[in-house]
T-cell receptor, first 111, second 114 residues
Framework: LAKTTQPISMDSYEGQEVNITCSHN???????ITWYQQFPSQGPRFIIQ???TKVTNEVASLFIPADRKSSTLSLPRVSLSDTAVYYC????????????FGTGTRLKVLA | ETGVTQSPTHLIKTRGQQVTLRCSSQ?????VSWYQQALGQGPQFIFQ???????GRGNFPPRFSGLQFPNYSSELNVNALELDDSALYLC?????????????FGNGTRLTVT
C-alpha cells in the first residue's frame, strides 16, 4: 500500500478556496486516490475519489497530475463548517482490504 | 438508503472486562471493517469481514475478535480490556465486487476504560 504524506494543519478564511496536497510517490498502477472528511466525534465521510486528471463533484474537486505521485483536494469557497480533518488514502479499492489512514490535515476555517 | 449505524454511542468499562460493540452496515453492502481511533490520531485498521469470515487483520492482538452475520451486520468483541483500549471504534461498510467502492463509516462507539 502506498504511503501518503499530507500537511499536518492549514488555516483559511471563509470564502477562500483551499487546496490540500497529498504526496504518494509509490502509488501503484491499480491504485485509486480517495479523500475523507472527519468532524470531531464522527466517522470519516467520503468526499471524492479519482484515478487521473480531474474529478469534480458537488463538494470538491480532485486534481491528479499525469505521474499520479501527488493529488490535490480543492474545496471552493470554504465556510466555518468545513473545519475538519481531511484524510488522503491510496489503494486498489476494494481489492485493498486494509485502508491506511495517516494523521490527516487539520483544516481550520476562520471567520 | 440506510447508512451505517453503531451501538452503543458511548460506553464505560473497567479494566479486565469484556465489551461487545455492534454495527449495522449500509443497505446493499456486504463487507464490514472495524477501526480504532485514538484521540488526535487517524483510524487504525483492526479487521475486515466478508461472507461472515475475517478477510484481513491489522496489528491488533487476538483479544480483539469479531463476527459478521448473514444480514451483514457485525460485532466487535474486546476481551480483557486495557486502559489503552480507550478510543473511538468505527465501523465501515462497503460493497466488495463493485469497482472502487469507498468505505462508508458510522459515527462510532466511544469506549472509555477506567
Amino acid at each position: 500500500l502506498a504511503k501518503t504524506t499530507q500537511p499536518i494543519s492549514m488555516d483559511s478564511y471563509e470564502g477562500q478556496e483551499v487546496n490540500i496536497t497529498c504526496s504518494h510517490n509509490n502509488i501503484a498502477t491499480n491504485d485509486y486516490i480517495t479523500w475523507y472528511q472527519q468532524f470531531p466525534s464522527q466517522g470519516p465521510r467520503f468526499i471524492i475519489q479519482g484515478y487521473k486528471t480531474k474529478v469534480t463533484n458537488e463538494v470538491a474537486s480532485l486534481f491528479i497530475p499525469a505521474d499520479r505521485k501527488s493529488s490535490t483536494l480543492s474545496l471552493p469557497r470554504v465556510s466555518l463548517s468545513d473545519t475538519a480533518v481531511y484524510y488522503c488514502l491510496v489503494g486498489d479499492f476494494p481489492g485493498t482490504y486494509k485502508y491506511i489512514f495517516g494523521t490527516g490535515t487539520r483544516l481550520k476555517v476562520l471567520a | 438508503e440506510t447508512g451505517v449505524t453503531q451501538s452503543p454511542t458511548h460506553l464505560i468499562k473497567t479494566r479486565g472486562q469484556q465489551v461487545t460493540l455492534r454495527c449495522s452496515s449500509q443497505s446493499g453492502h456486504n463487507t464490514v471493517s472495524w477501526y480504532q481511533q485514538a484521540l488526535g490520531q487517524g483510524p487504525q485498521f483492526i479487521f475486515q469481514y466478508y461472507r461472515e469470515e475475517e478477510n484481513g487483520r491489522g496489528n491488533f492482538p487476538p483479544r480483539f475478535s469479531g463476527l459478521q452475520f448473514p444480514n451483514y451486520s457485525s460485532e466487535l468483541n474486546v476481551n480483557a480490556l486495557e486502559l489503552d483500549d480507550s478510543a473511538l471504534y468505527l465501523c465501515a461498510s462497503s460493497l466488495r465486487g463493485a469497482p472502487n467502492s469507498p468505505l462508508h463509516f458510522g459515527n462510532g462507539t466511544r469506549l472509555t476504560v477506567t
